[in-house]
């Protein structure tokens, strides 16, 4: 899935540049994260990756939310299905809030997380907005 898509949705998912292919290293992170992960499919392409892991070294069991959506299954809820999958199995596994970390630029997540949670708190970070969201 990587691999197929855009320089730009790569970015706005990791905010850095990935290499092709990408190390196996850094695919085994987003498989085996400190939380959970998962794919969806359509037939045998992988379209979809979610996962949460937990952030380290905060006050409140915190867990940091991510999402990639292949380009051409953008806009059509995949995201926020993957996205309340995580969450949910994050709350079953003690998170009491979320962290997402978004490029400034990233008006599809963006758009995701204030329609959504609409109540979150943002802090920017440079080019980067950390949204913070009770679980």
Do not use: K
Not at 13 to 33: D, G, Y
Not at 50 to 62: E, G, K, L, Q
């Amino acid at each position: 899935m990587l691999a197929g898509m855009s320089d730009l949705t790569l970015y706005h998912r990791f905010q850095t540049p990935i290499r092709r292919p990408p190390r196996p290293a850094f695919v085994q992170h987003l498989v085996c994260p400190d939380g959970d992960a998962w794919v969806a499919a359509r037939g045998d392409q992988v379209v979809g990756h979610a996962m949460w892991a937990w952030v380290r070294d905060v006050a409140r069991p915190t867990a940091e939310l991510a999402v990639i959506v292949a380009e051409g299954e953008q806009q059509r809820g995949l995201g926020a299905r993957l996205l309340r999958a995580a969450t949910e199995r994050a709350v079953a596994a003690g998170a009491t809030q979320f962290l997402l970390i978004v490029g400034a630029g990233n008006d599809a997540v963006l758009r995701t997380v204030r329609r959504h949670w609409p109540a979150a708190s943002a802090q920017w970070n440079g080019s980067l907005v950390n949204f913070t969201i009770p679980a």
